[in-house]
């Protein structure tokens, strides 16, 4: 598991890759408070690469989204592959946080 | 706070010559000194003073001399550390004197700065094994609070299960090693109705199994009172979001079962959907309910379907730990490798479905760890 940080203006666009599960969780939470600033407006993660996510990742994504969501920031997943999609629609996670097929659907939902 | 040290001498002098040499130390209250003269006389020094960090001990004494001193201070405290005094190139005492524990020597005449590093050495020495000594309790501790954690999950699980004359059902789990968070309930309601649950709490160890206490008991409390599943799941989820739950949730299911028509209604808060394994073998996932895991958004309505159960089918709840289950070579087993195993060989009744889960799961694993607890319910309509 790594995080590869980009910024454009006040949207920060995350690339994770690699399996996210209880070993590495704590280091996913450390690596996404340390890429957002407060004054960010949004955060896109794109899980092109991830191949897997258990419940402690999801619990990282979900102090995550509180997180942004205190700042008055927003959160959005993209590229997500079918069994990740499918973790996000199980668990009904994809009622909280939005997902996008691509960065740019990602970027234009944010900052519409 | 100064360290206390013991030292063991016959010749008179010496006291007041390490007291002198020693002030500057004693006065910063570094160093503290008892003397003794022989080595029954340290041993009595040592019983009357438990605060004693280390010894310093001459050899050759009346009554008892140093060697045998060695050998007595482990049965008076086994973390007090020793140096011994020789006699310069006296190499057989001192080769004695490191077998019987002794932690370093100085040789005579003794020269006080050596006699001090050596002195401040052993001290460093004793601290950072008394830091080991404190990290491996606190350990201890830990696992101790493991342990009854995970007595707590299992001391909960129903051990007896809903049956009619046209149905029965069973559950089974096997936790992990460090304390998950799955549970199973049963709850019978009015009009031989039966309530099945199966939950997941995120995270592990001791705030994992409190966390997962508390939603057992509000789900028992909600499913008596509640009524449909979908209400059940939805009043849980405000009961859990009213308090902290720190991030953690729980995905849960909760299916309602109506023996007089073989109707089940379930409701899913971001869990797995119910596996129904006809009697030939063939296997269908039911459809997910949209929900989501229960602690995430407080104000959910839970959504529920209904389904019939047919004679001959088993209904089979299950957490992730089957699912994701995972062998040596890294491949998960997922639903399907269940679906695989009951297509050429359909369970019998509700127990042998538990139990047959519960083969399937660890024959795939093998000697690889189990990460996760491996938790089922199952549920048959006799034919």
Redesign the interface.
């Known amino acids: 598991m790594a995080i590869n940080a980009e910024r454009e203006g006040g949207t920060v666009i995350a690339k994770a890759d690699g399996r996210i599960d209880g070993s590495n969780a704590g280091e996913f939470q450390t690596d996404l408070q340390g890429v957002i600033q407060e004054s960010d407006t949004a955060l896109i993660l794109d899980f092109e690469s991830v191949s897997y996510i258990s419940s402690a990742g999801l619990r990282v994504l979900l102090m995550t989204a509180k997180t942004l969501e205190g700042n008055g920031a927003k959160l959005a997943l993209c590229s997500l592959s079918e069994p990740i999609r499918e973790v996000f629609r199980i668990s009904g996670f994809d009622n909280i946080i939005p997902i996008h097929d691509s960065q740019a659907e990602a970027a234009a939902a944010v900052s519409g | 706070m100064a360290y206390k040290i013991l030292v063991v001498d016959d010749e008179p002098d010496l006291e007041p010559l390490v007291l002198q040499r020693m002030r500057r130390q004693i006065r910063r209250g570094n160093y503290e000194f008892v003397f003794a003269h022989d080595g029954v006389e340290a041993l009595e020094k040592l019983a009357a003073n438990s605060d004693i960090d280390m010894v310093v001990s001459d050899i050759n004494m009346p009554r008892m001399d140093g060697l045998t001193l060695l050998e007595q201070i482990p049965d008076v405290n086994s973390d007090i550390r020793a140096i011994i005094v020789s006699a310069y190139g006296d190499m057989e005492n001192i080769r004695t004197a490191m077998n019987r524990g002794a932690f370093d020597f100085v040789t005579k005449p003794v020269d006080f700065e050596d006699l001090q590093i050596t002195i401040d050495r052993t001290l460093e020495h004793i601290e950072q094994w008394r830091e080991a000594v404190s990290s491996r309790d606190q350990l201890v501790a830990l696992q101790n609070e493991l342990d009854v954690a995970n007595q707590m999950q299992q001391s909960i699980l129903p051990t007896v299960f809903p049956s009619g004359p046209a149905y029965a059902s069973f559950g089974a789990m096997t936790p992990a090693k460090d304390v998950g968070g799955d549970f199973y309930d049963v709850v019978r309601l009015q009009d031989d109705c039966a309530g099945f649950a199966i939950a ?1 709490v ?3 160890g001791v705030p994992a199994a409190l966390f997962m206490m508390s939603s057992r008991t509000l789900l028992k409390g909600s499913a008596i009172g509640a009524g449909d599943a979908g209400a059940v799941l939805t009043e849980v989820n405000n009961l859990i979001c009213d308090d902290e739950t720190n ?3 729980v ?1 849960m299911l909760y299916a309602i079962y109506n023996p007089r028509t073989g109707e089940l209604t379930y409701a ?6 119910p596996l129904v394994v006809h009697p030939d073998g063939t296997s269908d996932l039911l459809p ?1 309910t ?4 229960l602690g ?2 407080a104000g ?1 309505e839970y959504g529920e379907h209904t389904v019939t159960i047919a004679p001959g089918d088993t209904v089979c709840l299950y957490t ?1 730990g089957v699912t ?1 289950a995972t062998n040596l070579d890294g491949k998960l087993l997922g639903i399907e490798g269940v679906q695989d195993y009951f297509a050429t060989a359909p369970p019998a009744d509700a127990e042998s479905a538990s139990q047959e889960i519960m083969k399937v799961v660890f024959e795939f694993t093998g000697e690889a760890p189990q ?1 996760d607890d491996v938790t089922c319910l199952t549920l048959r309509r006799e034919a």
Do not use: C, N, R
Request: aromatic share 12%; no cysteine.
């Open positions: 997941d995120s995270g592990k991030g953690m949730f995905t899913s808060g971001g869990h797995d959907p997910l949209g929900g989501i895991a995430v958004l959910f992730d994701e990460f």
